[in-house]
């Protein structure tokens, strides 16, 4: 079995809204390899703690640690950071005025100084992986909601991260539309990428993640394997799955 290398460290990452404690002293470990499911209630913290890991909010309290390195709170340790970090979020966020193949290439042109060129070749691969080879010079008006997460999906890997966070990327689609979106990240899955995902989907928690940790009021309630979650059903997890059920 070959060595598992911790790519994520977090410590006791704590941030407060307004006074209200939405994060609690978080920390965890990422390793090569993966797949987490972050599960909880809507207001647990999981959309702040992602925010928090890429810097998108500043945490009151705690570290970030990558690859063995503390992640500075300064624009040049960031920006390094991003650089290796692909952030998917939940409401898309594409440019409007750019077509699909600007919108990925955009960060290899921003990020990597990358001619434009170039970096519409490395998109349009990006693209074709993820099923919109079809798609490249349409605008993002053009497409159903399923194929612009898509679109998100492939501008979070063309960086060629080492790490993806995904913030809720099918709760804005229409439900005939998660599938499309499931299947994409099924596959880099597959493919051994690591990634953090923060979803309601309960069937990704069981057959796509390897570990599903469940946030409770900005703490970890649990951080185990799928089947230990799904099985233990405790008082608290059995109660969230029932409220799940009757919202999805």
Partial sequence: MKDEKVILKLSNLTKSFDGQVV???VSFEVKEGDVIAVLGASGAGKTTLLRCINNLITPDR?????KGSQVQRTKHSIRAFRSRVGFV????????HLKIIDNVALPLVKVKNMTWADARKAAEVQLSQVGLADKLNNHPSQLSG???????????????PDIVLLD???SALDPSLVGEVMRV???LSSEGRTMIIVTHEVEFAKHIANRVIFFKNGEISADCS???????MSEEIAEFLTDLSAIV
């Fill in 168 to 170: 809720e990327p099918t």
């Fill in 23 to 25: 994060l609690k002293d």
């Fill in 146 to 160: 399923g194929q612009q997460q898509r679109v998100g999906i492939a501008r979070a890997l063309v960086m060629n």
């Fill in 89 to 96: 979020f939940q409401r898309f966020n594409l440019i409007s």
């Fill in 185 to 187: 990240i099924r596959r």
């Fill in 62 to 66: 705690g570290e970030v640690f990558f």
């Fill in 226 to 232: 799928p089947a230990q979650f799904f099985d233990s």
